[in-house]
């Protein structure tokens, strides 16, 4: 089955640094990846679309210049929390595609918990 | 406006006892519809999905749904509760390409 793999799974960094998340599709080419947000005990929601090789779409009232997200292959989408401050503390989850922007079904990762201290 | 509900936010059942949780979609077109399970700091599962083909669709761990476009609900069932089914479950209709999420329901299973 279709397995996507999330690094990492846990972290913690002082505000004003920049922390990395990697989404993989380990068995699987994804077109499209998404990432979502999600805060304790609510819904998730998305925060982009990113298709490899080209720039994300951004949902409204995501700031693209605090988070960047990079699709440079067909396995690998990285988001990128820059300059976090504790409100950016939460839940991040990514999701991946095989054909076409939404195929009729996504596979998620297995999130990684950030906490800004 | 395009939206999902799930009514109920929190579930309450006794062990072998039946499952319902509630979805309902608004939106012009019938949409493909998921149910998916989150346990505690992990991803989500998918549960099973709805993809315009047969309307009562069976999913895994003995889980099912039936997509009834007259109501517009995809409501999931599982006849007989586990303790391992204590979990979040979202519905997710694809609206405009993406999955919506409802607000989630948390279950609850009594030994």
Not at chain 1, 71 to 75: D, E
């Given at each position: 089955g279709a397995v996507v793999s999330q690094h990492p799974s846990w972290v913690i960094c002082k505000s004003g640094t920049s922390v990395k998340i990697e989404c993989r599709s380990l068995d699987f080419q994804a077109t499209t990846m998404f990432w979502y947000r999600q805060f304790p005990k609510q819904s998730l929601m998305l925060m982009a679309t990113s298709n490899e090789g080209s720039k994300a779409t951004y949902e409204q009232g995501v700031e693209k210049d605090k988070f960047l997200i990079n699709?440079?292959?067909?396995?690998l989408s990285t988001l990128t929390v820059t300059s976090a401050h504790p409100e950016d503390s939460s839940f991040y989850i990514c999701s991946a595609s095989k054909g076409g922007v939404m195929n009729t079904e996504a596979f998620f990762g297995q999130g990684t918990r950030l906490t800004v201290v | 406006a395009q939206s999902v509900t799930q009514l109920g936010s929190h579930v309450s059942v006794s062990e072998g006892a039946l499952v319902l949780l509630r979805c309902n979609y608004s939106s012009s077109v019938p949409p493909y519809l998921f149910w998916y399970v989150q346990y505690p700091n992990q991803g989500l599962q998918l549960l099973l999905k709805y993809t315009s083909a047969a309307t009562l669709v069976k999913g895994i761990n003995g889980f099912e749904a039936e997509f009834k476009k007259s109501e517009t609900s995809f409501h999931l069932t599982k006849p007989s509760a586990h303790m391992s089914d204590a979990a979040e479950y979202f519905c997710a209709p694809l609206l405009n390409e993406k999955l919506t999420f409802g607000t989630g329901t948390r279950l609850t299973i009594i030994p």
């Open positions: 699709h440079a292959s067909l396995t | -």
